[in-house]
């Protein structure tokens, strides 16, 4: 395991909380010049949260709040509104996909799923896929958390076999 942008925000954001000057704005700096990534350690990431591709070219808010074993692919934005007070709060297994905007003061529910480029301006309710420029639900999930594991690759084989098709294709 190499030195990904995560990593990095986790460090600096535990030095930052201990009070250490300086580091935290280094590490900052290491993570622009490393992944092209603007990674604060303000933002509050949660525990299992992880960075595709290491992060490049992911862009967070300095006050967005994001859950548990979220995964954000490349080239992420999630940021303010001109105008508009506030950053997005993102829940728990959260999956947002390569490319995605998730822009200003709104809410995304626990076990949603972000399509790649989609640009969110509204809330998501939580189990619920949303795709497209605005983004717009494409579907609710009756099971998120089985979902979840099968696409994480978190279940057996031989679970994910009793299941009709891939969720994906339903």
Do not use: W
């Amino acid at each position: 395991m190499g030195v990904d942008g995560m990593s990095l925000y986790r460090l600096a954001r535990r030095l930052h909380q201990r009070g250490v000057p300086l580091v935290p704005d280094l590490l900052r700096k290491a993570i622009y010049y490393l992944h092209s990534s603007y990674i604060p350690y303000e933002a509050e990431l949660g525990e299992g949260t992880q960075l595709g591709y290491g992060g490049i070219g992911v862009v967070i808010h300095k006050a967005t709040k994001m859950g548990r074993h979220c995964l954000i692919s490349q080239q992420v934005t999630i940021g303010g509104r001109s105008g508009i007070e506030g950053a997005p709060v993102i829940g728990d297994y959260v999956r947002i996909g390569a490319g995605a905007k998730i822009l200003g003061n709104i809410h995304i529910g626990d076990f949603a799923v972000i399509g790649a480029n989609a640009v969110v301006l509204k809330d998501v309710p939580a189990a619920t896929v949303v795709a497209g420029v605005p983004a717009r639900e494409i579907r609710k999930d009756p099971d998120p958390l089985t979902t979840y594991q099968i696409e994480m690759g978190l279940l057996p084989l031989r679970q994910v076999q009793g299941r009709a098709t891939h969720t994906a294709l339903q």
